[in-house]
């Protein structure tokens, strides 16, 4: 089992020791303001805490050689149909390109389509350290549906994309 | 006083029994759905019980001969730097063309102005029932923004409008 070091395993209950993890991970990628990291962790805890199903926050995460490498968190969108928001992947810096971001998009986009969803969403920043999600999310599917200006603070816009997951996207959900 | 029914007072502080009436309130539009519905009055009680900066929503209620006509909640969109949601204006349904409107969102940009916002974003739908307020936020110097074709469910689009409490919209504060 040691040996199968590229093996990624998928998990989505999480322990109350996953809670810590998922803040280092998130501190280790110099990627996210402290804001957000305050958040990613905080969501974890209430999510730890209440469910899924009350903290209206789903967690999928990826492990390694028995460390989480990546998590992925997405819940359903407040008054829609339906419609869900994917808030964050995020990856272990040194296990990009080892396709643990598909992996947990693929886990996140299925279990969206057994909870009922139908539409996806996903917020992310037009500055250059987003460019790669930004790629990635159109490589696998996913559409720019709009630019918000400034919307983070001045020179950070929100770029919002999204994708059907029945409809015109089916092909790629097999 | 009794007599001064044409005065609208506005205030900012919620008392245990608002909680009630601005369940009330909005239910008696016939404008918004069951979950809609619930959720003002859930975060009306979450203002009340933990303060604004902690539920991170803010009201003004707006009063006439002692009764709630109307209100505005809105709060800081997280991790952006001084941008704003205004979630919801309501008005009671025999009370609109009075000022009620205009009133709730001048304190709201007001007070946002003063916590230090400098961009209010507002989303509505594109259902006929919300055409008067996308005219009214329109009127008042909003811009649209964006659209989000069938987010909240089929048929029904997220439009989203901005404004600017400092710089290019300088001229509608005063």
Not at 8 to 15: A, E, G, N, Q
Not at 26 to 38: A, D, K, L, Q, Y
Not at 87 to 108: E, M, P
Request: include cysteine.
């Amino acid at each position: 089992m040691d040996k199968e070091e590229k093996k990624i395993l998928f998990r989505d209950l999480l322990t109350e020791k996953d809670i810590a993890a998922i803040g280092d991970l998130v501190r280790s990628t110099g990627v996210f303001n402290p804001c957000e990291m305050e958040m990613a962790e905080e969501l974890a805890r209430e999510t730890y805490a209440k469910g899924p199903e009350i903290s209206g926050y789903h967690f999928i995460l990826a492990e390694m050689d028995h460390r989480i490498v990546g998590y992925a968190c997405f819940g359903p969108i407040t008054c829609s149909e339906n419609r869900y928001d994917l808030y964050w992947i995020v990856i272990q810096n040194d296990r990009h390109r080892s396709g643990i971001g598909k992996g947990l998009l693929a886990k996140s986009e299925q279990r969206i389509a057994e909870l009922g969803g139908v539409k996806v969403y996903v917020e992310t920043s037009s500055l250059s350290n987003y460019e790669a999600p930004r790629l990635f999310y159109l490589r696998q599917g996913y559409q720019q549906e709009a630019i918000l200006k400034d919307y983070y603070r001045e020179g950070d816009d929100k770029v919002i994309f999204r994708k059907n997951l029945s409809g015109e996207n089916k092909a790629h959900r097999k």
